[in-house]
């Protein structure tokens, strides 16, 4: 009796605090995330998050859209509801799919609080009133439906699970790793209908246009140690005083270089505990 009065003025006293996300958080998980990048047409003097960004892939190209609080050009008339769905399941608010260039694979493993706190990010954006551009995509490939059954192969939805065993800074760095860095994206290697081969994760290959991507299991990365590590991930130096490709280097100055020294700490405690697995032979 006297716990379910306690409970019921908890609750009243939790709720209307948890339920308003922290923008400013939000900014921070944003940068983890790596939104900017993909949601800001790559000029001077682009509206952030004004959308516009061609993304090229196999399929075509994706122009992330306008995710500015505008009502019409942007996502303003969204609820919370209609963001965590397009998150967490990758679905739009009419119900229709998402492509997977959006990284909503990873991104449903981001936690409810952080969701919560990058829309309220979000809402706090000068709104873009140029309407988002439509994709240009290689003839079945515009499909939406046809997502329905990429998704019943290769997307699990949910969020991030703690490892077992794993310390609490490794379960830090594979949260940033897997959910917000989306880091397999690039580094896992994909079969030819585009879905990630589950037991190569992060052991890179060819990306479908042919290019490299590296290997960030311990095969590969156990010739840098944890300073040359982070001094690649902040400023992209390699030992040997090399400059990464410009897919990686956009990840550092948008996403590895804003992370705080525990951050990035604990992503190079994650990928030094995964399995090596041998590059795949060429
Ligand atoms: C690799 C590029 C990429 C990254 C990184 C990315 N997005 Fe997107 N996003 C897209 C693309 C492409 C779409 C459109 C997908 C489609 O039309 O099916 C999209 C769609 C969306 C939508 C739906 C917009 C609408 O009008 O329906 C939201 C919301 C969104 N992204 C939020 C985010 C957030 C928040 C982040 C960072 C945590 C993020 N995105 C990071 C590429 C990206
Ligand atoms: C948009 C694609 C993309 C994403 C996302 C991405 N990477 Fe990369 N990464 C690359 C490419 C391409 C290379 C190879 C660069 C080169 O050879 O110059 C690379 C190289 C690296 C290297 C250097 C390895 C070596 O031995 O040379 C590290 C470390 C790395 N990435 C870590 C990460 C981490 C951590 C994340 C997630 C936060 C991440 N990457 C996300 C594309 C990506």
Redesign the pocket.
């Known amino acids: 009796m006297l716990s379910a009065a306690l409970a019921t003025l908890l609750g009243a006293w939790i709720v209307p605090a948890s339920a308003q996300g922290d923008p400013k958080r939000g900014e921070y998980l944003a940068k983890?995330g790596?939104c900017l990048a993909c949601h800001t047409e790559e000029k001077k003097g682009a509206i952030p998050y004004g959308g516009g960004r061609a993304l090229k892939t196999p399929f075509g190209t994706f122009f992330g859209p306008n995710i500015t609080p505008h009502p019409q050009a942007g996502i303003g008339r969204w609820t919370e509801a209609d963001f965590v769905r397009a998150m967490r399941h990758g679905t739009r608010p009419d119900g229709a799919n998402y492509f997977p260039a959006f990284?909503y694979p990873s991104f449903t493993k981001i936690a409810d609080g952080d969701l919560r706190d990058l829309w309220a990010f979000l809402r706090t954006l000068p709104p873009s009133a140029r309407p988002s551009r439509g994709h240009d995509l290689w003839f079945f490939f515009g499909w939406r439906f046809l997502v329905t059954v990429w998704k019943w192969f290769f997307f699990t939805p949910g969020p991030f699970v703690n490892l077992q065993g794993a310390s609490e800074i490794v379960n830090r760095g594979a949260y940033?790793?897997q959910a917000?860095?989306?880091?397999?994206?690039?580094?896992t290697p994909r079969n030819f209908l585009g879905g990630p081969k589950r037991g190569r994760f992060l052991a890179?290959g060819k990306?479908p246009e042919g290019?490299?991507?590296?290997?960030?299991t311990p095969t590969?990365?156990k010739?840098?140690d944890d300073k040359d590590?982070a001094e690649?991930?902040t400023t992209g130096q390699?030992p040997d005083g090399?400059?990464?490709?410009?897919?990686?280097?956009?990840?550092?100055t948008n996403?590895?270089s804003q992370l705080t020294s525990q951050d990035l700490a604990a992503?190079?405690s994650y990928?030094r505990s995964l399995p090596p697995i041998a590059d795949e032979p060429r």
């Open positions: 983890a790596g990284p940033l790793v917000l860095g989306h880091c397999g994206e690039c580094h890179g990306t290019k490299d991507v590296s290997n960030l590969r990365l010739k840098w590590l690649f991930l390699t090399d400059v990464p490709a410009e897919a990686m280097g956009e990840v550092i996403t590895t992503v190079i990928l």
